[in-house]
């Protein structure tokens, strides 16, 4: 028997019929005409050659084909009807769902382990990845539904892409404890004549503290660049460079050993970290509760 050439629908009619047992109840309950059902059963008579139901007295009863189908397809069925009705909702403490969230190295550090705090306890059985993305390739990366959210710096987007401020945090300088630009609050000039290392993905291009020294009429030209936080404090332990990090990593840092901290020297910069995914998902209920755990997960974290 070829499934792809039967209509799903009639078997909706079979089993609205096998409920009510006369088609004006089924046509009641379906929002259609009795003769709309009665052509729907003449469809499934065809289709299974059998009687799929029979008349007896006023009553229809179904056949021991019928019997047998609904019988079988009872399972799928509720599993169906289950799914269809659940689409509107999201039930955390049962949910297996997998979501990708993509954030460079040093945000997940930070914001991965606060939020999985929350979601082990909610939500035992969802699955979290992160996704290391370029801020190139953010976009793309939503609106090919690779990623549910993703977590970064400000990023130009599409109309496609929703976005959500999440927090922001001043800067502050780093240097191996006792580093003698750093006993005191340090000065631009003192700043500007210091060996710094630079944080990036990149192989060349200013941070974004150049951007701001740059606006500010001073340039710095960075000794070493590296691609992780990590590594850019095994650098700075062990030479008379300077790191210049959100006080957001400052925390993420300290773990590794103690380090000489002053403020940036030019106030006013600061990291704005925003919340981004593709507007489809803006009303996706499983979608709707990530965020709201993001959001949650990050309260604590240090704001400028």
């Known amino acids: 028997m070829n499934l792809d050439k039967l209509d799903l629908n009639l078997l909706v009619v079979m089993r609205v019929l096998d409920e009510c047992r006369s088609t004006t109840k089924a046509a009641e309950r379906l929002h259609v005409s009795q003769p709309a059902v009665s052509h729907a059963l003449k469809r499934l008579r065809q289709h299974f050659d059998d009687p799929v139901f029979e008349r007896r007295g006023r009553t229809l009863v179904p056949t021991a084909q019928t019997q047998r189908l609904l019988a079988e397809t009872a399972g799928p069925w509720r599993q169906l009807h289950k799914a269809l009705t659940g689409l509107d909702r999201f039930e955390p403490q049962t949910s297996e769902q997998s979501f990708v969230i993509g954030l460079n190295n040093a945000f997940e550090n930070v914001m991965l382990p606060a939020l999985m705090a929350r979601v082990a306890e909610q939500a035992p059985s969802?699955?979290?990845a992160g996704q290391a993305i370029s801020r190139s390739a953010l976009v793309e990366e939503l609106v090919n539904a690779n990623l549910d959210?993703?977590?970064?710096?400000?990023?130009?987007?599409?109309?496609?892409?929703?976005?959500?401020?999440?927090?922001?945090s001043d800067y502050v300088v780093m240097g191996r404890p006792g580093h003698q630009a750093l006993l005191s609050d340090i000065s631009v000039d003192r700043y500007l004549a210091s060996r710094h290392v630079l944080v990036s993905r990149r192989t060349d291009g200013p941070g974004l503290e150049d951007d701001w020294l740059h606006r500010h009429g001073h340039r710095r030209v960075p000794a070493v660049?590296?691609?992780?936080?990590?590594?850019?404090?095994?650098?700075v332990a062990t030479t008379d460079c300077?790191?210049?990090?959100?006080?957001?990593?400052?925390?993420?840092?300290?773990?590794?050993?103690?380090?000489?901290?002053?403020p940036f020297p030019l106030p006013g910069l600061q990291l704005s970290v925003y919340l981004y995914w593709h507007r489809s998902r803006d009303s996706d209920p499983a979608n709707r509760?990530?965020?709201?755990?993001?959001?949650h997960s990050l309260s604590g974290l240090t704001n400028a």
């Open 149 to 168: 959210l993703a977590i970064d710096a400000s990023v130009h987007v599409s109309d496609q892409i929703v976005q959500q401020a999440l927090l922001a």
């Open 289 to 295: 509760w990530l965020r709201a755990e993001v959001v």
């Open 242 to 262: 300077l790191l210049t990090v959100p006080r957001l990593f400052l925390q993420q840092a300290l773990q590794i050993q103690p380090f000489s901290i002053t």
């Open 225 to 235: 660049r590296c691609q992780s936080l990590w590594t850019a404090c095994q650098v």
């Open 126 to 128: 969802v699955r979290m």
